[in-house]
């Protein structure tokens, strides 16, 4: 007797390797050997390329007004600016865990945020659960060491004070994003929203990296099959490897996974699941890092109070839509 598999259950597997993967964005990123804004770059015209080699993708531009196109197009100067500070949070502090820790508040940001947007009232649950969020990251700030750690090599220019600010910038940056993809998500297909958003990041950056960089940057990174070594893994040789990697499986495929889940499982079920994506990279930095070396119990404490919130937002938001 074949074993079969209800569309739900597809749907919930399919989410969970979304999940799982972006949780994986944030280890590729400390894997990649430079710096956040050509990451970036290269992550985004990647993910673009592959989008434009979909048929559908050329059929969603279809009736698609310029005004709509632009509206998009800006939306994803704010996804480049979110992937940079993020990215840059993680050089930073050369650290998954703090980065991740710091995203969860993007919570309290879109308790505030979404309601200007969108014009709806201020929910004081939100924003109480959003401060809770906050002294989560107090907690995560004070725990980090200020020299950085000794297990960390070349750790000349780290700073986790940084490495906070930035990621709480990026979380902001997420919130604004999310909100105004969601306030204009009715204009256009989902397709063509990513492509454009892909699309609009990649130009830009492709006109401001030779203005602010004077050495030549590469159309992509050198793939150095003799240095292919476990111990070369984060230094340079893999780069190409981790670029195709984070466009490929954690951008492209991600999209299309997160998109057929939303077509089997609720609104709720479906954040409920992505908020587990800083649970994923958190214990994945612990495992390939060993950057549980380097975090003392506070910082679990202030990464548990973020987490707490986030899932009891979720939680109350379901009952709330029942």
């Known amino acids: 007797m074949a074993f079969q598999t209800s569309p739900r259950t597809k749907a919930f597997i ?16 400390k894997l990649i050997s430079y710096g956040s804004i050509t990451l970036v770059w290269h992550r985004m015209m990647l993910t673009a390329f592959f989008y434009l080699l979909i048929p559908p993708v050329w059929k ?15 939306i994803g100067l704010l996804v480049c600016a979110h992937w940079l500070t993020f990215y840059g949070s993680i050089k930073l502090g050369n650290s998954v865990s703090v980065t991740l820790a710091c995203l969860g508040s993007a919570s309290f940001f879109a308790s505030i945020i979404e309601p200007l947007v969108l014009k709806q009232p201020f929910s004081k649950r939100d924003i109480y659960l ?51 993809n969601k306030a204009n998500i009715h204009r256009a297909k989902p397709l063509a929203i990513s492509t454009l958003e892909m699309i609009s990041g990649a130009v830009t950056l492709s006109i401001v990296i030779p203005l602010i960089s004077s050495d030549p940057i590469p159309f992509l990174p050198k793939l150095h099959w003799e240095s292919l070594t476990i111990h070369n893994m984060a230094n340079g040789p893999w780069d190409l490897i981790w670029i195709l990697l984070l466009a490929l499986l954690c951008t492209n495929l ?23 994506e800083p649970i994923y990279g958190i214990v994945l930095g612990a495992l390939i890092f060993n950057e549980n070396k380097d975090l003392n119990i506070w910082f679990y404490v202030g990464a548990s109070i973020i987490l707490g919130a986030i899932f009891t937002q979720a939680y109350l938001s379901g009952k709330r839509n029942q």
């Open 254 to 276: 991600t999209f299309y996974l997160g998109t057929y889940a939303l077509n089997q499982l609720s609104a709720f079920t479906s954040n409920l699941t992505v908020n587990l």
């Open 14 to 29: 399919a989410l969970h390797i979304a999940v799982f993967l972006w949780g994986f964005t944030a280890i590729l990123g």
């Open 130 to 180: 959003g401060l809770i969020v906050v002294l989560g990251i107090l907690f995560i700030y004070f725990s980090l060491p200020q020299n950085q750690s000794p297990h960390l090599k070349n750790s000349a220019g780290f700073s986790y004070g940084w490495a906070v600010i930035t990621g709480l910038l990026s979380a902001a940056l997420a919130a604004t994003f999310t909100t105004l």
């Open 60 to 74: 969603s531009f279809r009736g698609l007004s310029l005004k709509t196109g632009l509206t998009f197009m800006g």
